[in-house]
């Protein structure tokens, strides 16, 4: 396809549970690498310092490693293109942002959060494309050189043409043009010294040789700020390939609001990491004999990327369920057994649960009826299921759909921070905490009785803790009407409840 060495990357942001998107891009980046003898780089972006994580970076490895998606360079392997955090380059990012300025192809911007927010009303209320209106880039320079050394408060934006157009191609759009009327001018360098996704990607992809970015078509109304960095700084511009985005069953865009998006929730459930991948890669491609079940070998040998088609895939949990499955029945017995005892039976998992069960088990065969509802789906709840003397069904519907709107919104796990916040949300609806709790224990665990419910939480994950109450919320019938309703009603308790 092209002389150049193929590399690609996959530059996920550690700052929560790592996304089947984000396994999806890798899955398709890793194949496109194998399939021309190239390499796949793993970057971390974590210049959003205030939500990045070790824990969230480690579980990015973890996912990866889990589904069998190895990288020639990154974090914790080296290279020859490091360091590969963008929060280890910030010099490099300080010597081109620089370039730019002695160019004149970036300026100094002074404006306050007030000023741009009344420069983008007023440009809403007139149907105008909301941008920055370049109220800074004429700055003289001694008046720019004075104001930095009283220390005003200033980014570094990009300067684009005040007319023509950006004309690029991408793989599997073809040609695709967009007016630099409607592109921004766009933060390069935040207030606090770090540099924004659209320098810092351009930057690296240069300086680490990606020959081709694959990334989600969420990205491509941004290529015409990334091609114009490309030529201030006189760069070739890698090859262009933007996927369609994982959509949920109503054609909206795959989130945790829906349905569970983390690997690691697939993992816990028992699917297996060969079925996912497998589902993942039928995501808007297909195999040249159009077979369903092929391994990630099978798929490199066969690879086409013109065979991918820019309709959003549904990730329908039915069919991913069906599929592993068939992955399941192909197992002999010794290894469906070897499977099981590492999903749930292994020592990592065994150490969890020991200390929520060896106070309360009589004997060892009491093992399973405690933790069973931790360990799969629940049986099917009802409406009497969740009946209380001091509790009727809207006031159990606002805890369970608050409660959920709450874990939605939380940046970490920790059995603390889930403590505080139901305290909060019961203070703030005037509820009793041990009633409060109540449905929550239903929606967790299926009984009133169970292991302590902030520890269960913590054992099965954010994304499992989210299905379990969006379940609840089905089995009690809540209607649309109702959701939209408890949404203003939430909203309205803000902000005691927000933090999380």
Same mark, same amino acid.
């Given at each position: 396809?092209?002389?150049?060495?193929?590399?690609?990357?996959?530059?996920?942001?550690?700052?929560?549970?790592?996304?089947?998107?984000?396994?999806?891009?890798?899955?398709?980046?890793?194949?496109?690498?194998?399939?021309?003898?190239?390499?796949?780089?793993?970057?971390?972006?974590?210049?959003?310092?205030?939500?990045?994580?070790?824990?969230?970076?480690?579980?990015?490895?973890?996912?990866?490693?889990?589904?069998?998606?190895?990288?020639?360079?990154?974090?914790?392997?080296?290279?020859?293109?490091?360091?590969?955090?963008?929060?280890?380059?910030?010099?490099?990012?300080?010597?081109?942002?620089?370039?730019?300025?002695?160019?004149?192809?970036?300026?100094?911007?002074?404006? +306050?959060?007030?000023?741009?927010?009344?420069?983008?009303?007023?440009?809403?209320?007139?149907?105008?494309?909301?941008?920055?209106?370049?109220?800074?880039?004429?700055?003289?320079?001694?008046? $720019?050189?004075?104001?930095?050394?009283?220390?005003?408060?200033?980014?570094?934006?990009?300067?684009?043409?005040?007319?023509?157009?950006? +004309?690029?191609?991408?793989?599997?759009?073809?040609?695709?043009?967009?007016?630099?009327?409607?592109?921004?001018?766009?933060?390069?360098?935040?207030?606090?010294?770090?540099?924004?996704?659209?320098?810092?990607?351009?930057?690296?992809?240069?300086?680490?040789?990606?020959?081709?970015?694959?990334?989600?078509?969420?990205?491509?109304?941004?290529?015409?700020?990334?091609?114009?960095?490309?030529?201030?700084?006189?760069?070739?511009?890698?090859?262009?390939?933007?996927?369609?985005?994982?959509?949920?069953?109503?054609?909206?865009?795959?989130?945790?609001?829906?349905?569970?998006?983390?690997?690691?929730?697939?993992?816990?459930?028992?699917?297996?990491?060969?079925?996912?991948?497998?589902?993942?890669?039928?995501?808007?491609?297909?195999?040249?004999?159009?077979?369903?079940?092929?391994?990630?070998?099978?798929?490199?040998?066969?690879?086409?990327?013109?065979?991918?088609?820019?309709?959003?895939?549904?990730?329908?949990? +039915?069919?991913?369920?069906?599929?592993?499955?068939?992955?399941?029945?192909?197992?002999?017995?010794?290894?469906?057994?070897?499977?099981?005892?590492?999903?749930?039976?292994?020592?990592?998992?065994?150490?969890?649960? $020991?200390?929520?069960?060896?106070?309360?088990?009589?004997?060892?065969?009491?093992?399973?009826?405690?933790?069973?509802?931790?360990?799969?789906?629940?049986?099917?709840?009802?409406?009497?299921?969740?009946?209380?003397?001091?509790?009727?069904?809207?006031?159990?519907?606002?805890?369970?759909?608050?409660?959920?709107?709450?874990?939605?919104?939380?940046?970490?796990?920790?059995?603390?921070?889930?403590?505080?916040?139901?305290?909060?949300?019961?203070?703030?609806?005037?509820?009793?905490?041990?009633?409060?709790?109540?449905?929550?224990?239903?929606?967790?665990?299926?009984?009133?009785?169970?292991?302590?419910?902030?520890?269960?939480?913590?054992?099965?994950?954010?994304?499992?803790?989210?299905?379990?109450?969006?379940?609840?919320?089905?089995?009690?019938?809540?209607?649309?009407?109702?959701?939209?309703?408890?949404?203003?009603?939430?909203?309205?308790?803000?902000?005691?409840?927000?933090?999380?």
């Amino acid at each position: 396809m092209t002389s150049t060495p193929v590399r690609t990357r996959i530059a996920p942001s550690p700052t929560g549970d790592p996304h089947v998107g984000t396994a999806y891009m890798a899955l398709f980046n890793w194949v496109f690498a194998r399939h021309h003898g190239g390499q796949f780089v793993l970057r971390i972006e974590d210049t959003d310092q205030a939500r990045s994580t070790a824990e969230s970076e480690q579980a990015i490895y973890d996912a990866l490693n889990w589904l069998g998606l190895d990288w020639d360079e990154g974090p914790n392997v080296g290279g020859d293109h490091g360091p590969y955090r963008q929060s280890e380059r910030k010099s490099t990012y300080q010597t081109h942002v620089q370039q730019l300025l002695d160019d004149g192809n970036a300026f100094y911007c002074f404006c +306050t959060k007030e000023r741009l927010d009344a420069v983008r009303a007023e440009q809403q209320a007139s149907k105008q494309t909301t941008r920055y209106d370049g109220h800074c880039c004429h700055l003289e320079a001694n008046e $720019v050189a004075r104001r930095r050394a009283d220390g005003e408060a200033h980014v570094v934006r990009m300067r684009v043409p005040e007319a023509g157009e950006c +004309t690029f191609t991408d793989r599997l759009r073809g040609d695709i043009t967009i007016p630099f009327s409607q592109i921004d001018m766009q933060v390069l360098v935040k207030a606090d010294g770090m540099p924004t996704y659209h320098l810092a990607v351009v930057v690296d992809d240069h300086l680490m040789g990606i020959s081709h970015i694959l990334r989600g078509e969420e990205w491509l109304n941004s290529v015409p700020k990334h091609k114009l960095l490309y030529e201030y700084f006189g760069w070739p511009m890698p090859k262009l390939i933007h996927l369609p985005l994982l959509r949920n069953p109503d054609q909206s865009k795959l989130s945790k609001r829906k349905n569970p998006t983390s690997v690691t929730y697939y993992r816990d459930m028992g699917y297996l990491p060969e079925a996912l991948t497998n589902y993942l890669s039928m995501m808007g491609w297909s195999m040249p004999n159009e077979a369903e079940i092929f391994s990630r070998q099978e798929m490199v040998e066969a690879f086409d990327i013109d065979r991918m088609t820019t309709g959003g895939p549904i990730f329908d949990q +039915t069919k991913l369920s069906w599929l592993n499955g068939q992955y399941l029945r192909r197992l002999d017995a010794s290894e469906y057994a070897q499977r099981v005892q590492d999903w749930m039976l292994n020592a990592d998992k065994l150490a969890q649960l $020991v200390p929520l069960v060896q106070e309360r088990a009589e004997r060892l065969s009491d093992l399973l009826p405690l933790v069973n509802y931790l360990m799969g789906n629940l049986g099917e709840l009802t409406e009497e299921d969740f009946s209380h003397k001091s509790l009727q069904r809207p006031e159990v519907l606002a805890i369970l759909h608050h409660t959920l709107s709450a874990f939605d919104d939380m940046r970490q796990w920790q059995r603390e921070d889930l403590f505080t916040l139901c305290q909060q949300l019961a203070g703030a609806m005037e509820l009793k905490f041990r009633d409060f709790l109540f449905p929550l224990f239903i929606a967790t665990s299926g009984r009133a009785v169970s292991l302590p419910l902030f520890d269960s939480w913590m054992f099965l994950g954010a994304d499992l803790s989210r299905a379990r109450l969006r379940g609840a919320l089905d089995a009690l019938g809540a209607s649309n009407k109702e959701r939209k309703r408890l949404d203003k009603a939430y909203q309205a308790l803000l902000p005691l409840s927000s933090g999380h």
